[in-house]
């Protein structure tokens, strides 16, 4: 039998999930005798090359690439899996959610402490860029999602379990202090 | 504004405990409570900024902005919103020029929204400076703007006063009482101190005895047993207290307005007889703000007791020295709770305790307290003159006595009605002249929503339990929009907030009942409000959490067929729109959106 395929993604994040996901330390030699990547930053694959088992991605979505790259993850990924607060809930990004876009862009690059270079009050509008959303989204409200793991970023034992689990096709055994923030 | 801020902190004695009565004071003197005046308030009483304004800004009444010489505060309460208060707020917005949350640039008139105000039998209403107006309608509204174009003062803006006390030089208020049926116990004959003499002339145990024996149990809505409270307390050795709810803010319910308004006298006396027979020496009316009219009112029913020594030192020659003061609020629903309650009227934020201890162990000012609604308070003086066999004879077996039910709603006859326990919702519908119903609203907001297959049932402690409010709802009403949602977003702004749960999962569940009503929410969108539902009310600390997804439960238990009308059968669905999304960032920075479809 062929192994799992895995792709995963950092969206509107920080890549501190992916660095969680690093943690799992020695046992990233037996993840890798497990699954095969596909796109992800782990072995730098940028485009789907073929159909996956599981999706794994970190972040929300604050742009329209966001939002592009996490309809591409559904269509080519069986399970996808929201990773850590900002992929659920909008984490630190979504800080602005409730603060007007305008606003927004006006502290980035008009009025914010380190603009003052900006002379000609140039706003980023290259047809190339993304373009930003009214507020940050959670994954959910964009595709189906079908496993959360929660966590700033959910502990590398955490993730280690869910994917083990899911493809070794055993129980879920997730210790409460696995989940445990306080 | 120094010299004011000061002495009115010295009026109360420069004691911190005492933080709510001088927000009000600075609030009414200035028309918000400023930056500065916190950091005076601060020094003064000795005390942080940070004490000063965590209580400032808990309370929907307390403003940093000065509000308008004019401040509206329209109820938008269910039963406000059936009754038409679109088109008042619609003609308040035209007539002002200002929207809702705004104040006019001369600084006239600002205009707020207010949760329910115990109006429910004459909505749409808004209190404007406390003064109370009730069933607004777009005419009326030109009329009050244009008076306050001219400079009137508040209380000319009217000259028909309400029936009975309404009418009193001391209230003048246009409030009605609509009493529409009394009944033996709180609306029926009373004579002024007759009940509090046979008590002081009883041992205190006989008197708990007494209440303990007719069955009466609380009437703010849990329906704890009275007399068996009042024992708990009586144990406990030392100061004590005797506090009285008249919080009143479960939407839907004004009994305990009326009989603020025609029993005071009753309540003052009830409370006297529990401050004997647990050993008080005071009691504390904590009264919600939105019934300020009355204050002018009910202290002078207190002189006058006071000069008929039913009050004060030896009353009525018994040795038995006992006062009562009068708290205000400053409009929080969560200050019903009694342990928020007494945080609140210890001059902090409202915010529930952990129980245990309960209040009767360690309540205002750390000292045992007896907690209790307004109506079982007027209860025990009845209880107390006619004995406790005659009040166990009224009502049913669990539920003894009568019960003031609010009545609100599509009806012919909203109003306070005294009735006997037991009574069907089918019989009360006939009685209130109410055909063509949907479903009734049991309890407020935090009961149930019942439909006409369970109107056989009875109200009673042992079926429908109640604290008084009844919402009929017509057919012609959209259940989940119209009720249902307006309760949620009830809750979203009335929690505490320190719960994590009841914090998040109003505001969830309200942004999910949302969804539903604009269409966008899918069949497993149901059971997902009832798992979530489940959550909250296991783990919040409070009866607001504990019940405030009631709503959307037993609207899914006894509505399902509501629920999946309006919601798609599929796996999922966003309804996320790229164009919508994209627009505002798009504009800002001069771009022409390119948004691919695939
Ligand atoms: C959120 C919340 C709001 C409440 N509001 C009121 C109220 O407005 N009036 C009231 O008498 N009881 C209210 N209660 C119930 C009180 O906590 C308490 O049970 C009651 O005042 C006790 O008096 P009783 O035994 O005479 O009913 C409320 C409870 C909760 C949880
Ligand atoms: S959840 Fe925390 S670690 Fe993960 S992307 Fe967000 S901020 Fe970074
Ligand atoms: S349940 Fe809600 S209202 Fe009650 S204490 Fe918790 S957060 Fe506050």
Sequence with gaps: MSKPIVATASLAGCFGCHMSLLDIDERILKLIELVEFNKSPIDDIKTFTKQCDIGIIEGGCCNSENIEVLKLFRKNCKILISLGECAIMGGLPAMRNGIPVKECLDEAYLNGPTVGENKEHIMPNDDELPMILDKVYPLHEIVKIDYYLPGCAPRADLIWAAVAALVTGDTLNIPYELVKFD | ?598
């Design chain 2, 1 to 598: 504004m120094r010299e004011k801020v000061i002495s009115i902190v010295q009026s109360y004695g420069k004691n911190s405990g005492r933080l709510m009565d001088i927000l009000l004071s600075v609030q009414s003197e200035f028309g918000c409570v400023s930056e500065e005046a916190v950091s005076l308030i601060a020094s003064e009483l000795g005390i942080s900024e940070v004490d000063v304004n965590q209580t400032k800004t808990f309370y929907h009444f307390f403003t940093t902005n000065r509000v308008g010489k004019y401040a509206i505060y329209m109820n938008n309460s269910v039963v406000s919103e059936m009754m038409g208060m679109a088109e008042v707020v619609d003609e308040l917005e035209k007539q002002t020029g200002v929207k809702f949350g705004q104040t006019t640039p001369d600084g006239l008139v600002s205009l707020h929204f207010t949760a329910c105000i115990g109006m429910s039998d004459q909505e749409p209403a808004a209190l404007i400076n406390s003064v109370v107006f009730t069933q607004l309608n777009r005419d009326k509204v030109r009329k009050l703007i244009s008076d306050m174009r001219e400079g009137k003062p508040v209380e000319s803006m009217f000259s028909e006063y309400g029936d009975g006390v309404n009418a009193n030089p001391l209230v003048k208020s246009m409030v009605k009482n609509n009493i529409r049926k009394a009944g033996p116990v709180t609306l029926g004959e009373y004579a002024v101190g007759t009940s509090l003499g046979k008590a002081l002339g009883m041992d205190p145990n006989a008197v708990i005895d007494e209440v303990k024996n007719s069955g009466l149990r609380g009437r703010g809505g849990a329906g704890f047993p009275t007399g068996l409270k009042w024992m708990f307390c009586s144990k406990e050795a030392g100061e004590k207290y005797v506090m009285c709810n008249a919080d009143e803010g479960e939407p839907g319910t004004f009994k305990d307005r009326v009989l603020l308004t025609e029993r005071a006298n009753m309540l003052f006396e009830g409370m006297t007889i529990a401050g004997w027979a647990i050993g008080a020496k005071e009691g504390v009316l904590y009264l919600r703000f939105e019934y300020k009219y009355l204050k002018a009112y009910l202290e002078s029913v207190l002189a006058d007791m006071r000069t008929k020594n039913l009050l004060g030192n030896n009353i009525l020659g018994k040795g038995f020295n006992y006062d009562i003061r009068i708290q205000f609020g400053a409009g929080a629903y969560v200050c019903g709770e009694e342990s928020a309650l007494i945080e609140s009227s210890e001059g902090k934020r409202g915010e529930p305790r952990n129980r245990p201890p309960f209040p009767v162990q360690k309540g205002y000012n750390a000292k045992p307290t007896v907690i209790n609604n307004v109506e079982t308070f007027c209860s025990v003086v009845k209880i107390v003159e006619q004995g406790s066999a005659w009040y166990k004879a009224m009502g049913t077996e669990e539920s003894a006595g009568t019960k003031l039910l609010s009545i609100s709603g599509d009806c012919e006859k909203p109003g306070v009605y005294e009735i006997a326990w037991g009574m069907t919702l089918n019989e009360m519908l006939a009685m209130v002249g109410a055909t063509d119903v949907q479903a009734v609203q049991v309890a407020g907001p935090s009961g149930s929503c019942i439909p006409p297959s369970q109107f056989g049932r009875k109200i009673a402690i042992e079926d429908l339990a109640t604290g008084g409010s009844m919402i009929v709802i017509g057919k012609k009403r959209d259940l989940l929009k119209d009720v249902v949602m307006n309760f949620m977003r009830f809750f979203e702004d009335e929690s505490c907030g320190s719960c994590v749960t009841c914090r998040s999962f109003n505001m969830i569940l309200t942004k999910q009942i949302e969804k539903v009503v604009a269409g966008t929410a899918i069949r497993t969108d149901i059971d997902n409000m009832k798992a979530w539902s489940q959550i909250i009310r296991k783990t919040s600390r409070c009866g607001l959490g504990q019940t405030s997804s009631n709503p959307i439960t037993t609207t899914i238990e006894n509505f399902r067929e509501l629920y999946e009308a309006r919601t798609k059968d599929v796996a999922y669905q966003s309804d996320f729109d790229m164009n919508k999304a994209v627009a505002d960032s798009c504009k800002v920075v001069g771009r022409v959106p390119n948004v691919h479809h695939e």
